[in-house]
């Protein structure tokens, strides 16, 4: 089964402010989408992220191992996407808090999923801008890549 | 086995400026690395991409529809590239030439796939800028995405 998978490394001393902007509300809308709810900091929550008037997506939290790794499952949302598991696997590496993401469990190589896979790209450097900066850039503010959006 | 998908839409009226991009040393030089040499027009030709002190790759070009299609192979570079295909499907979609990118035949899902991933994310993104405006980021002005480059 076919898998989105990227590596970004971020220039911070620690793991823990990149654990902290996928862990809380004030982080994810920091860098994916300026509306999202619910709780991402215990096992077990459930996190609504919503994209305009595209809809969205509720994600449950199903593993957290602070400072090293975020693993969700999904929902509700595109029916592509229900069921399919999303992981962050932090590391630090010298300067660098090393971000391994894996997407899985995607049913086949749809159109949506190569659509998908360029967004993410673009939402993690996004995360790393946020965790650098200060500032990201979360949809609506997100970087368009094609009729999609 | 594992593949690398990405979906970008670049908002001209034909794929035709797409395809030349591809297919130029001018274009490619444009977008990807300014150090490209060899030809890329022709079935059979042989590509020279270069990134600074940090090696690159040799590709054949093995299939070429205008407008339509391009299919590379890699023949030199780093071992895990080696063998693999890299192919741009385009196809228009109203105001958008819409370029389904592949890049297949990875033995493994390594970390260095999850980079590539990445940063095949942003080159097509900056083959995006190149044909819409004119202006891409290729090598060595690419953006950085971890301590990989």
Redesign the interface.
């Known amino acids: 089964m076919?898998?989105?998978?990227?590596?970004?490394?971020i220039k911070t001393s620690s793991p823990d402010n990149t654990y902290k902007a996928l862990t809380t509300i004030e982080g994810l809308s920091a860098w994916w989408t300026n509306n999202t709810q619910g709780q991402g900091d215990t096992v077990g929550g459930v996190l609504q992220f919503r994209f305009g008037d595209r809809g969205g997506f509720d994600i449950k939290v199903i593993e957290l191992h602070p400072g090293r790794r975020v693993l969700w499952q999904v929902m509700e949302g595109p029916e592509e996407w229900i069921g399919t598991r999303i992981g962050f696997e932090l590391k630090q590496?010298?300067?660098?808090s090393?971000v391994?993401?894996?997407h899985e469990g995607w049913k086949e190589?749809v159109?949506f999923?190569?659509?998908c896979?360029?967004k993410w790209?673009?939402f993690?450097?996004s995360l790393?801008s946020l965790v650098e900066t200060g500032n990201g850039h979360p949809s609506p503010n997100d970087?368009k890549?094609?009729?999609?959006n």
Not at 2 to 9: A, E, K, M, S
Not at 145 to 148: G, H, L
């Open positions: 076919p898998d989105i998978l990227h590596r970004v490394g590496d010298g300067d660098f090393i391994l993401f894996k190589a159109e999923m190569h659509h896979s360029t790209a673009l993690l450097m790393k970087i890549i094609d009729n999609w």
